[in-house]
T-cell receptor, first 113, second 114 residues
Framework: DAGVTQSPTHLIKTRGQHVTLRCSPISGHKSVSWYQQVLGQGPQFIFQYYEKEERGRGNFPDRFSARQFPNYSSELNVNALLLGDSALYLC????????????FGPGTRLTVT | AQSVTQPDIHITVSEGASLELRCNYSYGATPYLFWYVQSPGQGLQLLLKYFSGDTLVQGIKGFEAEFKRSQSSFNLRKPSVHWSDAAEYFCAVGHTGGGNKLTFGTGTQLKVEL
C-alpha cells in the first residue's frame, strides 16, 4: 500500500509570494494534519482536517490556510511568504480523529529567499 | 499548556551498547504518547505508542518504552543499538480532546559509533 505522499518535494519561493503544498493520505484515512518543522526543532502543529472539516488549528498566522477535498487529499496554502516560513512541511494521515496513530509523509522542503 | 521535554540534544553510543532516550511530558490528563524517528531529509516514522493499559510498550526495530505516570516520563530504550539506528528521535504527546494534534519535543540526535 502506498504511504502518505506529498508534492512537491522541494520548492524555492521569493518573499511575498504564495505557495501551495499538496498531500495525499493513506488509502482509507480520512484525517490529514499539517506540521511545520524548522531546522533543529520538532514539528509544530498547523492544522487538522477530518471529513473535510477543520478540527484543529495551531498557533500560526492567518497567512496559513488549508482545505481537504472529497477524496481526503489536502492542500496547505501560505500567502505573503516570509523568510521564517522556510521549513520542512509535513503531512500526516490517520484513520480517525482523537488519539489515532498518525503516519507522516516525506515532507516538502520550502525555501524562501 | 501541554509540553514535551527531551533533555538530551545529542547522544553517542557504541554499536551493540544499550540505549535510553529520555522524554518528560506535561499534560493535564492521561496522555497519548508516541515516539517517532526521523532520518536525514525524511519524514517521521512511528516507532511505538502508548494509549492505555500495559505501561511497557513494544515497538518496531526492537525499541520499547515505559510510561511512568509518577515521573511524567516515557523513555525509549533499546538493548543493543545498530549503526542503522543513527537518526533523530522525537517524543510526542497527543491530545485527548478529540483532535489529532501532536506536541513534539525538540528531539534527540543519536550517533552510533562503530
Amino acid at each position: 500500500d502506498a504511504g502518505v505522499t506529498q508534492s512537491p518535494t522541494h520548492l524555492i519561493k521569493t518573499r511575498g509570494q504564495h505557495v501551495t503544498l499538496r498531500c495525499s493520505p493513506i488509502s482509507g484515512h480520512k484525517s490529514v494534519s499539517w506540521y511545520q518543522q524548522v531546522l533543529g526543532q520538532g514539528p509544530q502543529f498547523i492544522f487538522q482536517y477530518y471529513e473535510k472539516e477543520e478540527r484543529g488549528r495551531g498557533n500560526f498566522p492567518d497567512r496559513f490556510s488549508a482545505r481537504q477535498f472529497p477524496n481526503y487529499s489536502s492542500e496547505l496554502n501560505v500567502n505573503a511568504l516570509l523568510l521564517g516560513d522556510s521549513a520542512l512541511y509535513l503531512c500526516a494521515s490517520s484513520s480517525g480523529t482523537g488519539g489515532y496513530e498518525q503516519y507522516f509523509g516525506p515532507g516538502t522542503r520550502l525555501t524562501v529567499t | 499548556a501541554q509540553s514535551v521535554t527531551q533533555p538530551d540534544i545529542h547522544i553517542t553510543v557504541s554499536e551493540g551498547a544499550s540505549l535510553e532516550l529520555r522524554c518528560n511530558y506535561s499534560y493535564g490528563a492521561t496522555p497519548y504518547l508516541f515516539w517517532y524517528v526521523q532520518s536525514p531529509g525524511q519524514g517521521l516514522q512511528l516507532l511505538l505508542k502508548y494509549f492505555s493499559g500495559d505501561t511497557l510498550v513494544q515497538g518496531i526495530k526492537g525499541f520499547e518504552a515505559e510510561f511512568k505516570r509518577s515521573q511524567s516520563s516515557f523513555n525509549l530504550r533499546k538493548p543493543s543499538v545498530h549503526w542503522s539506528d543513527a537518526a533523530e528521535y522525537f517524543c510526542a504527546v497527543g491530545h485527548t480532546g478529540g483532535g489529532n494534534k501532536l506536541t513534539f519535543g525538540t528531539g534527540t540526535q543519536l550517533k552510533v559509533e562503530l
